[in-house]
């Protein structure tokens, strides 16, 4: 754990980047500092590692004031991983990752092997292990940063904006991995980034900073997105937080319907229902209905039926051509529907639970849905059970009951036991 207490830094020009900083950084967790530019989070982040020291303040390490703690054993304590991998170009894949080691003095094959060793671990081939950073792409580069701040096993992990460099696609991909890593490993992270999507998704805690390193607002993802402290903040998490709050719910336990399966848009009779076309191993194509007669329509977005979140299930429903989500099981195989109208409604619900979860202030609002934000002043005293227990309080994984077009409802293990491979025999004769 990171404390920091009354940090200030005024730099020699005058500038203070950072001002009276009180922030905790739990172990085995992943905080994320966010906060436009400027605003201090690099100058915070290389304050953990020495690399700057604070004006005032004090920073320790597990109760241990960081003074106390020798660089070296600091540094190697504490991987550091920047933008773009921050890798030597003159250095083989291979001599990068074992800097560390190296400075340390450990033997040529013992760095060797664990650098091969992190290859693996970062999901890339060993044959890269010769080339030069040039050889590789910005993914690749980021990977081997990560692997390089890996070298020496560090407890702690301080990563400053480690994917602004890649694309979307990559960049979720190192998302995953550095989660991975954080599950597998038990590091503690303390990463930065502008992007407060990415903060959202990578932070256990998350630490919006505005300008002169001062803190808006502290705490999960969900309590951020739900309950911004001031304007700055709802500013920061941008217009659809309502939305992107959804990505915090489970979708499991959502009702899922089924739905008639078929082989060909064409075998789909007029007056029926529309139902999904799926391939040989019933996994869907996309939907077929009569009155487009053979036309095969777009699938939309589907969603694991296990795995995924509300978010996921919302985002199917309104991108499908018919009102309904298509969930998959993890083989890939159609595994059912939830109707818009069901999506929505798990999203009342988890409203009212976030309503419940902070009290009065939001149950007691006009229900609008336009009420004027609370006093931030009265929300941390309102963080206690729900205002009224006797009101009825639903789980979102919880299915409600069910509506009347709703033919049977799968086991909550996600099979569709007289599913699709059924209505395929039925729909085939
Ligand atoms: N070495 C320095 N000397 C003077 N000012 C600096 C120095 N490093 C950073 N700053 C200033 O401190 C503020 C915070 O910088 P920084 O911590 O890098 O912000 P961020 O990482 O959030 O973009 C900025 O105004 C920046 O210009
Ligand atoms: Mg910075």
Not at 250 to 263: C, D, E, Y
Not at 299 to 314: H, I, P, Q
Request: glycine share 10%; proline share 8%.
């Amino acid at each position: 754990m990171i404390t920091f207490e009354a940090v200030s830094k005024t730099y020699r020009d005058g500038t203070t980047a950072v001002s009276e900083l009180d922030l905790v950084l739990p172990s085995d967790q992943v905080s994320v500092l966010v906060g436009p530019s400027g605003c201090g989070k690099t100058t915070t982040l290389q304050m953990i590692n020495r690399m700057i020291e604070p004006t005032a303040g004090s920073i320790s390490w597990d109760g241990t004031p960081l003074p106390q703690i020798r660089r070296t054993t600091l540094r190697r304590q504490m991987g550091y991983v920047i933008q773009s991998g921050g890798l030597f170009p003159h250095r083989t894949v291979l001599d990068n990752i074992c800097t560390v080691p190296t400075l340390l003095g450990w033997s040529r094959a013992r760095s060797r092997s664990r650098a091969l060793e992190l290859l693996s671990l970062v999901g890339l081939d060993r044959s890269l292990a010769q080339r030069f950073p040039a050889q590789l792409s910005g993914g690749q580069q980021q990977r081997v940063g990560v692997a390089r701040a890996l070298a020496a096993d560090p407890v702690l992990l301080l990563m400053d904006e480690p994917f602004s460099a890649v694309d979307p696609v990559v960049r979720a991909d190192l998302q995953e991995l550095v989660k991975g890593l954080q599950r597998e490993l038990g590091k503690t992270i303390v990463m930065i980034t502008h992007d407060i999507d990415e903060a959202m998704i990578m932070g256990d805690q998350v630490v919006i900073m505005r300008v002169g390193g001062r803190i808006a607002q502290m705490g999960t993802p969900d309590e951020i997105l739900d309950r911004p402290l001031d304007d700055f903040v709802a500013g920061f998490v941008g217009r659809d937080r309502g939305y992107r709050a959804l990505t915090f719910a489970p979708a499991a336990g959502l009702p899922v319907a089924r739905i008639r399966s078929v082989r060909s848009a064409a075998s789909v009779a007029t007056g029926s229902s529309p139902a999904v076309v799926v391939d040989g191993e019933g996994r869907p194509l996309g939907w077929a209905d009569a009155a487009h007669g053979s036309t095969l329509l777009p699938l939309g977005a589907t969603f694991a039926a296990e795995t995924d979140t509300l978010r996921a299930v919302v985002d199917a429903a309104l991108s499908s051509p018919v009102g309904l989500a298509v969930a998959v099981q993890s083989s890939g195989r159609l595994a059912g529907v939830v109707s818009a109208a069901d999506a929505l409604e798990a999203v009342r619900r988890r409203r009212l639970q976030v309503a419940e979860r902070h009290g009065s202030a939001v149950a007691a609002a006009p229900d609008d849905g336009d009420a004027p934000s609370a006093d931030p002043a009265t929300l941390h005293e309102e963080a206690g059970p729900p205002a009224d227990p006797a009101a009825p309080r639903q789980e979102v994984g919880h299915p409600p009951t069910p509506s009347p077009d709703r033919r049977t409802t799968p086991p909550p293990d996600g099979a569709a036991p007289a599913g699709p491979a059924d209505d395929e025999r039925e729909a085939a004769s």
